[in-house]
């Protein structure tokens, strides 16, 4: 089992910028990929961005170019560095691991909201 802590997240500007971490504890050698996916209200939970091990990113269309995930393997924490916000990123943003065998871990969820 692998326990996620996020942190970041908040009200910011459209333009503006946010910072999300995510730190793995626990069965953390089984993990060979490390992401974020957003829901918005009324919406379906999606794929942001995923990262592999061995540091592979993939990316949703509608952020490449203005979202950037990293990783820091030897603190198994994830990152997601948004930049150029826009109102339609409002959502809840969940961070999850997935191990060798398929299992997911989700984190508590983090709360971006851009509006002016």
């Known amino acids: 089992q692998v326990q996620l802590v996020e942190s970041g997240g908040g009200l910011v500007q459209p333009g503006g910028s946010l910072r999300l971490s995510c730190a793995a504890s626990g069965s953390i050698n089984s993990i060979i990929a490390m992401g974020w996916y957003y829901q918005a209200p009324g919406k379906q939970r999606e794929l942001v961005a995923a990262?592999?091990?061995?540091?592979?990113?993939n990316y949703a269309d509608s952020v490449k170019g203005r979202f950037t995930i990293s990783r820091d393997n030897s603190k198994m924490t994830v990152y997601l560095q948004m930049n150029s916000l826009k109102p339609e990123d409002t959502a809840v943003y969940y961070c999850y691991v997935r191990n060798h065998i398929g299992a997911v871990n989700w984190g508590q969820g983090a709360q971006v909201t851009v509006s002016s």
């Open positions: 990262i592999t091990r061995a540091g592979r990113t």
